[in-house]
């Protein structure tokens, strides 16, 4: 099926450290591609996204760009801080579909 | 002001009860949907409704119901809870559904089937 698959976690780093968490995705169709933040207690937030093959997303720093020859949308940030401990989603909407397909979710936390 | 408001925040009953988790959002949107999200953080989505009529029901058990008396309301009413039903539930909308992507979520209610 359509699916999206994400680095394990937990994730734990010191502050102003460089961060990827991976993801990657089955490559059917051509879907547009998200990362959705959850911050402890919160619901989830649209962080970033891209809806085609060398788009770049970007906020707050971080950045995923879409690559279809590696089947991935991996973000990145140059410099955590405390305040981007959370938990990360990578998720994909496929053309013409009413919903979004979400990865398992991957933690972060960052420490002073 | 809340964008997507759920009640109640926590809500621990016994097996076997009916329990109602009420959704509302204020954003003049039209669409709304249901998730679940289980110990492990994985998040899966159960409903969605566009226009108060239903258009995604995933494959949950019909002891979940969902009640859309209104655009800005999706309420989401669970018979006879089992163990496996504790999670945390979220609520969100988006503008139509073709914005699916850019959604909105409450800030969940933790159900605890003891």
């Known amino acids: 099926g359509n699916s999206v698959t994400q680095m394990e976690g937990p994730v734990t780093l010191s502050e102003e450290a460089f961060l990827t968490i991976n993801c990657t995705y089955t490559?059917?169709?051509?879907?547009?591609l998200f990362w959705y933040v959850q911050y402890p207690g919160e619901g989830l937030q649209l962080l970033l996204k891209a809806t085609k093959a060398d788009d770049k997303g970007s906020n707050k720093g971080f950045e995923a760009t879409y690559r279809k020859e590696t089947t991935s949308f991996h973000l990145e940030k140059g410099s955590v801080q405390v305040s981007d401990s959370a938990v990360y989603f990578c998720a994909r909407r496929d053309e013409g579909a009413q919903k979004l397909v979400f990865g398992q979710g991957t933690r972060l936390t960052i420490n002073p | 002001d809340t964008a997507v408001s759920q009640t109640p925040k926590y809500l621990v009953t016994q097996m076997g009860n009916d329990k109602s988790i009420k959704c509302e959002q204020n954003l003049g949107h039209d669409t709304m949907y249901w998730y679940k999200q289980d110990s492990k953080k994985f998040l899966k989505i159960m409903f969605s409704y566009n226009n108060k009529e239903l258009i995604i029901n995933e494959t949950v058990p019909n002891r979940f119901s969902p009640k859309s008396p209104d655009k800005a309301h999706l309420n989401l009413h669970i018979n006879s809870l089992e163990l496996g039903d504790s999670a945390v539930y979220f609520c969100?909308?988006?503008?139509?559904?073709?914005?699916?992507?850019?959604?909105?979520f409450g800030p969940g209610t933790r159900l605890t089937v003891t």
């Open positions: 969100a909308s988006s503008q139509d559904i073709q914005w699916a992507y850019e959604q909105y």
């Open positions: 490559a059917t169709g051509y879907p547009s």
